[in-house]
């Protein structure tokens, strides 16, 4: 059942590193889009004192989730939920902080957009919101590699292709976020960090 997936082992620890100083001490923490599960655990594992609540609408992929959980005997991360970024009601009413790892690009801009106002219905003032993946900035992508990536997801589905940095981060402002923290990550991704004003 778990699955496994090899930009997720790559890139695993330098989100840690990102999370580890911007996390809360303690609380809850809502994945959403989880995937195959295999960020989650690592951070659960490095960061015992949260409690990990991953989330996925795939079947396929909560089932992969809680197998890495299961298999790890991880007492911090919470069976997976059913959960759509785009939809009105989330079953969650609150967390202190929001990861989303490479789901904004290979997704409708509607998840997004709910992803976003999501987090806000449920985070409190200070709390944490968190995205992972490549990103266009001032209307330019920053690698030929994100270009030839756009490209081929927008190929595969003309719904789905890198955003823009400015547009997410104007989104975020509109749900009461702060501008976010950026940081350079390998592959030429970022991370990006809003608090919740």
């Not at 981060?169 to 749900?175: D, F, P």
Request: proline share 9%; charged share 20%.
């Amino acid at each position: 059942m778990k699955r496994q997936a090899p930009a997720a082992a790559r890139n695993r620890q330098p989100i840690l590193d990102v999370l580890t100083p911007r996390l809360p001490a303690r609380g809850l923490v809502l994945e959403i889009a989880s995937g195959s599960g295999e960020h989650i655990v690592h951070f659960a594992e490095a960061l015992p004192d949260l409690v990990f609540q991953p989330s996925d609408p795939s079947p396929e992929a909560r089932a992969s989730i809680d197998d890495w959980a299961q298999s790890l005997t991880l007492g911090n991360v919470r069976p997976a939920l059913a959960l759509d970024a785009a939809a009105d009601l989330w079953p969650l009413e609150c967390a202190n902080a929001v990861l989303c790892c490479n789901m904004i690009h290979i997704a409708p801009w509607e998840a997004a957009v709910g992803l976003i106002a999501g987090a806000s219905r449920i985070l409190p003032k200070d709390g944490t919101l968190y995205l992972y993946g490549p990103y266009r900035r001032g209307g330019r992508h920053t690698a030929p590699s994100n270009e030839a990536f756009d490209l081929d997801l927008r190929r595969r589905n003309p719904a789905w292709g890198v955003r823009d940095l400015e547009t997410v981060a104007s989104l975020a402002e509109a749900q009461g976020f702060g501008l976010p923290e950026i940081i350079d990550m390998p592959a030429n991704n970022l991370s990006l960090v809003f608090k919740r004003l």
